[in-house]
Each structure stands twice: as C-alpha cells, then as structure tokens.
C-alpha cells in the first residue's frame, strides 16, 4: 500500500465558549475548616460557568500536599484552622506556586480585618468576608457576587500564566 500524505488536522471552532470538560474552566482550590463553608463556597463557583472546584481541603497543610500534585488557577483560603492557619500557609503555598492567586477569607471581626490586611502584605491577592449564619439574604447574595467576580478577575490577571504549575510538573 502506497503512502498516502498525513491528512491536516480539522479546524477546530473558535467560537464556541469553553467549558470545564474542554480544561479551559478556571481551577479553584477551597481550603477551608469548615464543611459547610467548602460546600458553600463551591456550590457558588460550581453554578457558575467556567469555574470548576478542583480542589477542596480542611487545612493549611492539605492545600500546600494537594497543590504540590494537582495545580490550580487559583486559591480561597480562610484565615483561621487548625493543623496550619491561612497566614502559615500563605508563604509556602505562594512558594509552591508564586503566580497563583490567592484570596483570603474571614469572617466579619476586626481582628480577622487585621490578619487580612498582614495577608495581603504577605502575597495574597485580595480578601473576601465570609458570611456568618446572621446575614441576610441580600447580604449573601452580595457575598456570591464579590466571590465569582474576585475568581474571575484575579484567574485571568494580565501577564499571568493562565495556569500555574509547580516546578518539576507539566501540561496535562
């Protein structure tokens, strides 16, 4: 059989909206103490087209051995948890992954306002108040947008690689 010439690929459309199973969606990691706040945090960004939850952890030290395997376009951490708080692990999750934002999240305190005003001297990218129980609906409503606009807005940074990888590790 004579060899044929390889047959160029198909073009592929350009206009069609890139969605989680096409590897274009933004990758968030939840790192969180709370159950019910990682359940809430990603039903929020899991309803909105183009984000996906890549990742969702308990502590500290689970985001930094999680991130280290499975890279992420960008990082929710809350402040206060137990094994390793957010302010511990901002720095070597940073050094893990330098280009990957990072927003902070704590509850409505002064003292929380502080922390997050030390993160953000440390690396992180921005901050987030967490709603409490007591909020109103509007007030979570406002908190839904605040979370999905801060993803998008910091996942797509001009001069940011649009996915961060730790060292050593390549393109899936």
């Not at 940073?94 to 690396?123: C, F, H, K, W, Y």
């Amino acid at each position: 059989m004579a060899d044929l010439p390889a047959r160029p690929p198909s073009p592929t459309p350009t206009s069609r909206a890139a969605s989680p199973s096409d590897g274009e969606a933004i990758r968030v990691m939840l790192v969180d103490d709370s159950a019910v706040v990682r359940g809430l945090l990603s039903r929020v960004l899991e309803a909105e087209p183009g984000i996906r939850v890549a990742a969702s952890v308990a502590d500290g030290k689970m985001a930094i051995d999680t991130l280290r395997r499975r890279p992420v376009d960008i990082i929710v951490l809350d402040i206060e948890m137990p094994v390793m708080d957010g302010l511990t692990a901002l720095p070597k999750l940073l050094e893990v992954a330098p280009d990957t934002p990072v927003i902070m999240a704590s509850t409505l305190t002064q003292r929380n306002a502080d922390i997050s005003l030390r993160a953000l001297r440390a690396g992180a990218s921005d901050y987030l108040a967490k709603p409490t129980s007591g909020l109103a609906q509007q007030s979570t409503e406002g908190f839904r947008r605040d979370l999905v606009a801060k993803v998008k807005a910091l996942a797509k940074k001009p001069g940011r690689a649009p996915t961060a990888r730790p060292p050593g590790t390549s393109a899936p």
